[in-house]
């Protein structure tokens, strides 16, 4: 199993929907999460931390589920220029005493058309 | 503006040709980083340094190259022993080794003829 897996997608949907996937992580002592946007042939961008509160900014909601390991992103109101793939990272503790291991899910394309 | 240098944006070259990837930031970060990304792949990591005159491999370490001499910069070599080195090479940093924010620069693109 993969320790951090998303749907790759695409997902297309209509300006001003509501989009929303997830990703699951299978090491349940991983400790920070983030969303990521990249661009079509572009770096990766931080888009927001994913806190245990949940975190919003804006048109975008992020939540963490713990008991079943995954985290999710909310887009609202979606605009034209969400059009991007978006990344989820996972940080990993070591097994030892050593820095922890961030880890990149493969991304979830997402298309918002006219 | 603090950022990440990434160059060249585009690179082509010949099989066998060593490649080196300039990667400078002024963060003030201590730790750098090199990824590959591969077409409709993620992010897979190359080396790693936390600090100057260290670093380490990733996960995908053979055939490549990198040296920490100054804070600010970690080059990469991709060597002619890459079996498969045409790829889009991305630099990152962030302010200590293991954190999830990550601040990557423009990124290279790299074609073997």
């Known amino acids: ?114 | 503006d603090g950022g990440i240098t990434q160059s060249p944006k585009y690179l082509f070259r010949k099989e066998g040709q060593n490649v080196t990837l300039s990667c400078e930031q002024n963060l003030n970060h201590d730790a750098m980083y090199w990824y590959r990304q591969d077409p409709g792949q993620g992010l897979r990591l190359i080396y790693y340094s936390q600090i100057v005159n260290d670093f380490q491999k990733g996960d995908i370490a053979e055939g490549y190259s990198v040296s920490r001499e100054k804070k600010e910069s970690f080059p990469l070599t991709v060597t002619s022993a890459q079996k498969n080195p045409t790829a889009f090479y991305l630099c990152a940093s962030s302010m200590l080794l293991g954190s999830g924010e990550l601040f990557f620069g423009e990124g290279s693109r790299l074609t073997v003829l």
Do not use: H
């Open chain 1, 1 to 114: 199993r993969k320790e951090v897996e998303q749907d790759p997608g695409p997902f297309n949907v209509p300006e001003g929907a509501t989009v929303a996937f997830n990703c699951t992580y299978s090491n349940s002592a991983s400790q920070s999460f983030f969303w990521y946007r990249q661009d079509c042939r572009k770096e990766p961008k931080l888009l927001m931390s994913v806190y245990s509160s949940g975190n919003e900014d804006g048109r975008f909601t992020a939540q963490l589920n713990r008991a079943s390991q995954y985290i999710s992103l909310l887009i609202r109101d979606s605009k034209l220029s969400d059009s991007a793939t978006y990344l989820c990272v996972v940080n990993i503790p070591p097994p030892r005493s050593s820095a922890s291991k961030i880890i990149f899910g493969s991304g979830t394309r997402l298309s918002i058309r006219p």
